[in-house]
C-alpha cells in the first residue's frame, strides 16, 4: 500500500521560511508525479506546486516566486522550500501522488495526513 507521510510544517512569523518534507514507501518510485497541496478551514483544497517525474514543475500564481518545490528519488523523498510566508499561507498542506502533473486535487488518487503551517503577522 502507497504512504505518504508529511513532515516540517509548524508556526512561524511573517516573512520567515519554512521547508516541508514528504516521504513516500517503496510503493513510490520516480515515474510519479508529486505535488503539494493546502487547505484552510472553510475553503476548498487548491494545488500549490507540483513535479514530475523529469523535474518539470507546476505552481499556483500566489506562491511564485516564494515558494520551490523539488524531490529526492534516491530517499523517495518530496520537498516544499516556503520563503516570505505570509499569513494566508496559513492552510493544512498535503502532499500527493498521480500519473499527470496537475495541480488539480482529483488527479490524484495518493495522500498523506497532512502537516500544519501557521503564519502569524
Known amino acids: 500500500q502507497v504512504q505518504l507521510v508529511e513532515s516540517g510544517g509548524g508556526s512561524v512569523q511573517a516573512g520567515r521560511s519554512l521547508r516541508l518534507s514528504c516521504a513516500g514507501n517503496?510503493?513510490?518510485?520516480?515515474?510519479?508525479?508529486m505535488a503539494w497541496f493546502r487547505q484552510a478551514p472553510g475553503k476548498e483544497r487548491e494545488g500549490v506546486a507540483a513535479?514530475?517525474?523529469?523535474?518539470?514543475?507546476s505552481y499556483a500564481d500566489s506562491v511564485k516566486g516564494r515558494f520551490t518545490i523539488s524531490r529526492d528519488n534516491a530517499k523517495n523523498t518530496l520537498y516544499l522550500q516556503m520563503t516570505s510566508l505570509k499569513p494566508e499561507d496559513t492552510a493544512m498542506y498535503y502532499c500527493?501522488?498521480?500519473?499527470?502533473?496537475?495541480?488539480?486535487?482529483?488527479?490524484?488518487?495518493?495522500w498523506g495526513q497532512g502537516t500544519q503551517v501557521t503564519v502569524s503577522s
Open positions: 517503496g510503493y513510490i518510485d520516480s515515474r510519479y508525479c
Open positions: 500527493a501522488a498521480s500519473f499527470i502533473l496537475s495541480l488539480n486535487p482529483s488527479r490524484y488518487v495518493h
Open positions: 513535479i514530475n517525474s523529469g523535474g518539470r514543475t
